[in-house]
């Protein structure tokens, strides 16, 4: 299309958009909602959630939809997940239509590489998407045939395989996970697929290429700011929740059961939404090292949000570097360029304001004239749903179906700009670069 120009980032904002449209107004119907329909903006908002994998819900997947509207659901959870736009350029292809180059660098965008290998990045992206999800259900299966008919174990372990991997968080059990708590295999299992999906595609693809098929080549830098950064946060996270719950939404677990669950924790909230225990039940401390975990997010290129962890690693080693007097930024004998560091501290700048806005416009608009001491914490809820918004996460603290018409709506902006992403979104909108500029001579600016 012409409005597109020569912009690929217009095209991952269209095919989002599109999706989110066409799947809320499907949602809406009555034969989705149990006989009933639940209205336009429920059904958008919903769509949102399921198409940009966030699992944040204003009614009950389990009970407030028919089987069809949950299969519906689970598709769009499956086309957020690959990717509207590797979907729709996999299609043309699959036509025999000549893609683009235009669309071959949205994709590359879209996974955070910059290469131009299309058609074996399709096919890796699809390939192991779906390998992941049949292991998931197969082994999620093999627990639900205990607890529930042959059909309904299937159809539940495919909705929770494909939900986890796209970490979108919708589950059709009431509750989400929480009657699996003490259930270590269902937690591991479920933990292990939304790690793997919070992964990248990328990443991914290096790491069958050097440990399953053996080729030599050294792991990329990215791939080793991705899989150290994975491993603190779960380690720490598994330690905080451990430390502060074990008396608390953790009390009268096992030691096995309470090591469990503060792992699922630590998982969850970087991306995932599924909860074994609510999320109320923690303490404050708790929930603010989660909403921590919900900014950051997973690696790039996957199907989770967040600023994602490259991002703060970039932040991190350059204030670093700078405490020790280098001008240099560095890791694993390597320097990041300054294009990388440029894009990091903008997207933690961008993310910052959205966030603060948002949850600015929720408070005023939710509880304006109410004290601070009348509130019960109001703010902090807000914030909470705002960040679990933003980086596709879904967690709640149960105030999503009592926001208003603008607040909802709010979310839902927050959901699409944390999964299309604050860059691309940035690129999308933004003029092409103004040949004619003026630039001047620099002058030093006091700062600190």
């Known amino acids: 299309m012409e409005i597109f120009g020569q912009n690929p980032g ?18 809406s119907l ?20 399921a198409i940009c994998v966030t699992g944040l819900t204003v009614v009950n997947t389990a009970t407030d939809f028919s089987i069809l509207g949950q299969i519906v659901i689970l598709i769009m959870i499956q086309i957020g997940g690959l990717g509207v736009m590797t979907l729709a350029t996999g299609l043309f292809w699959s036509l025999g239509s000549q893609i683009p180059l235009n669309d071959r660098l949205g994709l590359g965008q879209a996974y955070s590489t910059g290469r131009l290998m299309f058609k074996s990045l399709l096919r890796a992206v699809i390939t192991i998407t779906l390998s992941i999800e049949l292991i998931s259900a197969i082994l999620l299966f093999a627990q639900f045939v205990d607890d529930m008919p042959i059909g309904r174990a299937i159809y539940a372990s495919v909705f929770h395989a494909v939900s986890a991997f796209c970490n979108a968080g919708f589950s059709i059990f009431p509750g989400s996970l929480e009657r699996y708590r003490t259930d270590i295999p269902v937690i591991a299992i479920m933990a292990a697929t939304i790690i793997v999906g919070g992964m990248g595609f990328a990443l991914l693809r290096e790491i069958i290429a050097k440990f399953i098929k053996y080729r030599r080549r050294a792991l990329t830098l990215h791939t080793k700011l991705c899989l150290l950064g994975t491993a603190i946060l779960l380690t720490s996270g598994t330690l905080f929740y451990l430390f502060l719950e074990s008396k608390g939404a953790f009390a009268g677990m096992g030691l096995a059961e309470k090591i469990a669950n503060a792992f699922f924790q630590s998982v969850t909230p970087r991306t995932a939404g599924f909860n074994t225990v609510p999320q109320p039940d923690f303490s404050d401390s708790s929930l603010l090292f989660t909403t921590i975990l919900m900014f950051i997010g997973v690696c790039p290129g996957s199907t989770g949000g967040g600023i994602k962890i490259t991002s703060m690693a970039v932040i991190f080693m350059l204030i670093y570097s700078r405490l020790r007097g280098k001008t240099s930024v560095n890791a694993f004998r390597r320097s990041f360029n300054t294009e990388s560091i440029v894009k990091a501290i903008s997207l933690f700048m961008l993310a910052v304001i959205v966030i603060t806005a948002a949850t600015m416009i929720l408070v005023i608009v939710e509880s304006s004239s109410v004290s601070h001491a009348e509130s019960g914490g109001w703010m902090m809820e807000c914030l909470f749903e705002v960040v679990s918004a933003f980086g596709t996460v879904g967690l709640s603290l149960g105030i999503t179906p009592e926001l208003s018409g603008i607040s909802k709506m709010v979310i839902i902006l927050c959901m699409f700009i944390g999964r299309v992403g604050l860059l691309t979104l940035a690129y999308g909108i933004a003029r092409s670069p103004y040949r004619g500029e003026v630039t001047y001579s620099d002058e030093p600016v006091m700062i600190g």
Request: proline letters at 3%; glycine letters at 14%.
């Open 10 to 27: 217009r095209k991952i904002v269209f095919y989002f958009a599109a999706a989110i449209f066409i799947g809320g107004i499907i949602l």
């Open 30 to 49: 009555p034969i989705c909602g149990n006989g009933k329909s639940i209205g336009l903006i429920n059904a958008l908002f919903t769509s949102t959630s």
